[in-house]
């Protein structure tokens, strides 16, 4: 069977950008399609070596290998020419790819559907194919140059710049961003710092933004600026939305004990164990959240 006759759900139409950030050596690709869990499939990543994008009939061996010889010393160029010499495949392959010296590779099979192509540029190669038009690859690559910010704010500045100018031709349906950092992850043992994914939604781009938000929100250590005393205006806030929110009865309100325990307890089951303040203070994002919280429950 030939790569025409083959089943057009196969086809990952989407458009995509790969980034290295010289600073903090993390490694990430952010990506957005019309396409079920483009996530599962599209972004590549491992720290330390290199960072890849493999769509359009994405051959995941431009992950698996690409890293595999990115991790030996090969230039993101030199893995890109080997793995596109050696697949049959290949003019239906679209693949971004980034070492980690930031050098950079795009490559778009002839047969890749209209619009299709890359840029690349120092620590980022952005792609896609079947977009509206140019512009969203364009735009991309501008916004990815000059926006500020952590590399996974700035790819997915990118990300939503390339769908601001047009995006898929067919619409939208999933999103999804990688980044990896040695030490990264979980409690420091795997490099996977953030691995979001929208499989199916209206706004796949917008909510990745808001998962984005919580992954900040949950995971990253406050900022000693960001603590707050707990003075009288501001406990009497806090305990107004922990009796909108059922940690408090009206009776309860005269107890200040209770108060700081029914604090610390509401941190703990919302996840903030990261934002925890000594006792007489609160991090202001946990005080932001618990008033949107509330506010949805009055």
Sequence with gaps: MNMHERNKREEINTFSIVGFDPETGELGVAVASKFLAVGAIVPWAKAGVGAVATQSWANTD???????????????????????????????????????????????????????????????????????????VQAMAQTFQSAAGSLAERLLAA?????????????????????????????????????????????????????????????????????????????????????ALGYLTAEDQQNPALFFEKLHEFQLIENFDERIAEAGKVDKKVVEFMEQLAAKKG
């Design 62 to 136: 431009y992950g698996t290998k690409g890293l595999e010889l990115l991790a030996q010393g090969m230039t993101a160029q030199q893995v890109l020419d080997q793995l596109v010499a050696e697949d049959e495949g290949r003019l239906v392959r679209q693949v971004g790819m980034v070492d980690a010296k930031g050098n950079s590779a795009t490559y778009t099979g002839e047969e890749c559907h209209a619009w299709a192509g890359g840029i690349t540029g120092p620590n980022f190669a952005a792609q896609g194919n079947i977009l509206v038009d140019e512009q969203t």
């Design 159 to 243: 990300l939503q710049a390339g769908e601001d100018a047009g995006g898929d031709s067919r619409g939208k349906q999933s999103a999804a961003l990688l980044i990896v950092k040695e030490g990264g992850g979980y409690g420091g043992k795997i490099d996977k710092y953030i691995d979001l994914r929208v499989d199916d939604h209206l706004e796949p781009v917008r909510e990745l933004n808001r998962l984005f938000y919580l992954h900040q929100l949950y995971f990253t250590k406050p900022r000693p600026e960001d603590f707050l005393e707990i003075d009288e205006p501001l406990r009497k806030k806090l305990q107004d939305h922990l009796v």
